[in-house]
């Protein structure tokens, strides 16, 4: 059964950063896509960000500039740097893997 345990979330101030990770517990990682999304309170669950297992990454408009998703294949394990965060970025965070195994999310809160 795949696990994905996201790390690193908190509160922090608008302009800070965050890094969140997200180890999976599978036996072959590389072959996933991976992906970050998000939900702020009252709204849908949003794509934030993918990478594939060569790290090829897309990310949506509204952190472009801002976020980058890179992964280490060897830790089965990705990353979301939050760089000049706003409070719209407010949200529970998700990891996912390979569109249909999902992370109990974790929470990042900005604050203005």
């Known amino acids: 059964q795949v696990q994905l345990v996201e790390s690193g979330g908190g509160s922090v101030q608008a302009g800070g950063s965050l890094r969140l990770s997200c180890a999976a517990s599978?036996?072959?990682?590389?072959?996933?896509?991976m992906a970050w999304y998000r939900q702020a309170p009252g709204k849908e669950r949003e794509l934030v960000g993918s990478?594939?297992?060569?790290?090829?990454?897309k990310l949506a408009d509204s952190v472009k500039g801002r976020f980058t998703i890179s992964r280490d294949n060897d830790h089965k394990e990705i990353y979301l740097q939050m760089n000049s965060l706003k409070p719209e970025d407010t949200g529970v965070y998700f990891c996912?893997?390979?569109?249909?195994?999902w992370g109990q999310g974790i929470q990042v809160t900005v604050s203005s």
């Open positions: 996912n893997l390979g569109t249909i195994n």
């Open positions: 599978v036996k072959v990682f590389h072959i996933y896509i």
């Open positions: 990478i594939t297992g060569d790290g090829t990454t």
